[in-house]
Structures are given as structure tokens and as C-alpha cells.
């Protein structure tokens, strides 16, 4: 079993789709705050350019001298680059009636990490999209105190937790983990080197045949057990948003 950065627990699009499909399609997940803390000096502020950007080789970027100020003409929000975005959001960011997200684009172009800037910027400045936000990406990790720059990483004392905790992803995995084979037999019911079986496998079920070596219908859905905990989280956090207390602030 190799590594996973981070890996579904409900892994099927069925278990995701019949999930989400309890929730409004324009739902934005995406873990936010204008709370910037040490990032205002070492993240937004320092003037950063990447020549891969304008270079077919890769080359470390490098900094200005010099910093510039905090805009005033937009707040600046951070958070986890892990975003679950809606269709209409990304066809604003794309044709930008407004430009807001053509100002933004040119912003952090200078920003170190500027995945963990840019849509949540632009959603927390669009009134027609920030109330929009779930303030969650949905995934399991854990971190040292005070965090570092990567969350620990998972094994068997984390499973437990992890799998009670109704999150979609987790991260981070060592390679061949035993706590990955746990997830395969226990949770995706994956066995060998076999697919992780769906409602779409018809063949007859046995240990030396696969079920899914025959398959009918891929659109049929027929959620897993795993999926109930998940739904019951989504839900959680879309009531928590709609109190409105933790939408862009």
C-alpha cells in the first residue's frame, strides 16, 4: 500500500454525491480567517517571485528587499488550501464581472503560497458570495502544539478518532502504514488488489472472484455505512454556518 497525502473515507462519488446532495449545490467549503497572525509579516507582505511561472525549469523563488503595505482597498483572509468550491463561484473567479478577481489574481501573483490566500480572499470580499462559505475543508489532521508547517503524521492510535470524527480526507500517511490496509478492509472493504467494491459490481461474491470483474449500471448509488457519519457532519457544519457567526470574520 503506498503513501497517501490524504485519502476519502466514504471514497465513493456515490457516498459524496449522496451526501452533498442534501446540502444547497451553492455551498462553498472553504476553511477561512482574517486573522492573519505571523503570516501578515511572513506571507502577504514580503514582495515573492517565481520564475516557473515564466520559466520551463523549475528555480526556487526568490524575495524583494523590501515589503509592501496591507491593501485597503480589499481585507486579506487565509486558510487551508483544501477548498471544495461551487459552479458559480469558480465562473465568477473565471469571467470576474466585477474584477475583483482579476485584482485579486494580480495580488498574491507576489504572495508566497498564494492557494492559501486567493479564493478565500475573493469569496470573503464578494457580498454576493461570502455568505456562501463554510468555514471547514473537511479533513482530519493533527497537529503539533504549536503546529508546524505540516500536520503529523496518522497511524493505528489515530484510526478510532479519525474515523469518528464524519471528516471526507485526512493527511498525512507514511508510506505502507498498517493504518492504511485498516481503511482498505474495514471502511472501503477493499480486499488484495481488487477495487474498492461499489453498487455498480455484479459479479458473484467470493473470495476468489472479483465482484467487480462484472458491472452493470455506474450511475446507480447506494451509499455505504460510512457515508451516514459524514452526512451527519455536513450537516452539522452547514447549520453552524447559517448562524451566520463564522462566515467571513
Not at 477495487?195 to 472479483?210: E, H, L, N, Q
Request: with cysteine; net charge neutral; hydrophobic share 40%.
Amino acid at each position: 500500500m503506498l503513501a497517501y497525502w490524504y485519502f476519502m473515507f466514504v471514497y465513493f462519488d456515490t457516498d459524496l454525491a449522496h451526501a452533498f446532495s442534501s446540502i444547497s449545490r451553492d455551498a462553498n467549503f472553504i476553511d477561512h480567517t482574517s486573522e492573519l497572525g505571523w503570516k501578515e509579516d511572513q506571507r502577504i507582505r514580503p514582495i515573492v517571485v517565481d520564475p516557473g511561472l515564466y520559466l520551463a525549469r523549475r528555480t526556487q523563488i526568490f524575495r524583494a528587499t523590501e515589503k509592501r503595505p496591507m491593501p485597503n482597498a480589499f481585507k486579506v483572509f487565509t486558510g487551508s488550501q483544501w477548498v471544495i468550491l461551487s459552479r458559480p463561484f469558480l465562473e465568477y473567479c473565471i469571467f470576474a464581472w466585477d474584477n475583483l478577481p482579476r485584482t485579486l489574481l494580480m495580488y498574491v501573483n507576489n504572495v508566497a503560497l498564494a492557494q492559501e490566500v486567493y479564493y478565500h480572499t475573493v469569496i470573503c470580499n464578494s457580498p454576493e458570495f461570502k455568505n456562501t462559505t463554510i468555514n471547514a475543508d473537511l479533513r482530519y489532521m493533527v497537529w503539533d502544539n504549536p503546529p508546524k508547517m505540516e500536520p503529523l503524521f496518522l497511524g493505528k492510535s489515530n484510526y478510532d478518532q479519525m474515523v469518528q470524527s464524519g471528516a471526507a480526507f485526512a493527511r498525512q500517511f507514511a508510506k505502507n502504514d498498517p493504518v492504511l490496509d485498516m481503511v482498505d478492509s474495514q471502511i472501503l472493504k477493499r480486499s488484495g488488489n481488487r477495487a474498492a467494491p461499489g453498487a455498480w459490481c455484479t459479479a458473484r461474491k467470493s473470495w476468489f472472484v472479483d465482484p467487480c470483474s462484472q458491472w452493470d449500471d455506474v450511475n446507480v448509488i447506494r451509499p455505504g455505512k460510512q457515508v451516514e457519519k459524514f452526512a451527519e457532519s455536513l450537516k452539522n457544519l452547514v447549520d453552524d454556518s447559517n448562524l451566520e457567526s463564522n462566515q467571513c470574520v
